[in-house]
């Protein structure tokens, strides 16, 4: 599976912005995907994430209310609605997939970078 992401870009704060996550390749074997983030000097940390078959969708806390996950499986792709951004949000984020029979997230897109000035 091949993941490209797109979308990022510079925002005010209190603004929003939509991230893109485009798959391609063996597609019927996703499983799961997520948005991770990581921010410059510090560790990736996930975001958000959906099943890709059942629709279940999760949150870490910090974007909870704010950030909102989705999927289109007929297009393949994988949105992060992004409201009410944080100077905080900026990072580069990240697309992510997990497989069936997979235990880890082993596709992973290039990266979009977002900054979000106060």
């Known amino acids: 599976v091949q993941l490209q992401a797109s979308g990022g ?3 005010q704060a209190g ?3 939509r991230l893109s996550c485009a798959a391609s390749g063996r597609t019927s074997s996703i499983y799961d995907m997520r948005w991770f983030r990581q921010a410059p000097g510090k560790e990736r940390e996930f975001v958000a994430g959906i099943n890709w078959t059942g629709g279940r969708r999760y949150y870490a806390d ?3 209310e704010r950030f909102t996950i989705s999927r289109v499986n007929a297009k393949n ?3 992060l609605q ?3 951004l ?3 949000d900026t990072a580069v984020y ?3 997939a997990q497989e ?3 235990t880890d997230f082993s596709s992973w897109g290039q990266g979009t970078q977002l900054t979000v000035s106060s």
């Open 86 to 88: 944080k100077p905080e």
């Open 82 to 84: 992004m409201n009410s």
């Open 15 to 17: 603004g929003s912005l």
């Open 9 to 11: 870009g510079l925002v």
């Open 100 to 102: 069936l029979g997979k």
């Open 62 to 64: 910090s974007v909870k």
């Open 77 to 79: 792709t994988m949105y």
């Open 94 to 96: 990240y697309c992510a």
